[in-house]
């Protein structure tokens, strides 16, 4: 492979191997054949714009400074509305968790590394299934960022998915799952004039400031960041 074509396989859009429907873009730092260097990976979950490209293109920098390497989805619209279903993880007849997790697995294959942990960032929809996320698998993820949600998920087992968390984690499983979340920091971020909302809702900064004390009653590591002077923009609220 010539260095001109190592450099567009480390900056390119894959196919999903698991299911083709979905693609991610990637970057790929300089540094990553440096065997002292142990390889880690941030997700990035983009919002209803579907900006995947452009989140990849504004981490390079990052990336090259940090030596961390890039995935960024791309969840398409799979019907006309509405145009965010993955931000409850399960719709479609899919369950993107498990379309992530498998692009986290072949991305390390394609370059010969593995991630048995990531980081993870979601702007707005991409929030929301960061939220969930955490949920699902805490076991996998190493810091998590959730941007400007407009809804959340309650660690309630008594009200349904995605208002709560039954019937998809049991109230046996709760206990468990919520000792494992208090390992991962967590950052909650939202523009401070993000005075928006969904379905007649709080705004997002209320629902970000509900979250964050959320948080901070189950006793995680919560940070909670107001960005300014920001609204429903999630490339400022990129690393």
């Known amino acids: 492979m010539t260095t001109f074509q190592e450099m567009l396989f480390r900056r390119n859009c894959f196919a999903c191997e698991f299911d083709p429907a979905f693609s991610y ?20 979950i983009h919002g209803g714009e579907r900006a995947a490209e452009s989140y990849r293109n ?52 394609i370059f010969g ?43 309630e087992a008594e009200k349904d998915w995605p208002e709560g968390l039954g019937p998809i984690i049991l109230q046996d499983e ?14 909650v971020v939202v523009g401070a004039e993000d005075n928006g909302s969904m379905n007649g809702g709080p705004p997002r900064i209320e629902v970000s400031r509900r979250l964050a004390h959320l948080y901070q009653n189950l006793g995680c590591d919560v940070q909670l960041d107001d960005e300014e002077p920001v609204g429903h923009n999630g490339f400022p609220l990129l690393p």
């Open 113 to 155: 590394v593995s991630f048995p942990q990531f980081f993870i960032h979601g702007f707005s929809a991409g929030g929301q299934f960061v939220q969930r996320l955490l949920y699902l698998c805490p076991e996998r993820i190493a810091a998590a960022s959730i941007g400007a949600p407009s809804e959340i998920t309650l660690p």
């Open 58 to 109: 504004r981490l390079i920098r990052f990336s090259e400074e940090t030596g961390i390497f890039v995935l960024v989805p791309l969840f398409p619209i799979r019907d006309r509305l509405p145009l965010a279903t993955y931000r409850t993880v399960f719709a479609d007849d899919t369950d993107y968790s498990e379309v992530l997790l498998h692009m986290v697995e072949e991305f390390g294959e």
């Open 174 to 187: 709760v206990p468990p799952m919520l000792e494992a979340l208090k390992k991962i920091p967590i950052q």
């Open 25 to 44: 873009y990637v970057y790929v730092p300089e540094s990553w054949r440096n065997p002292e260097l142990k390889p880690r990976l941030l997700v990035v």
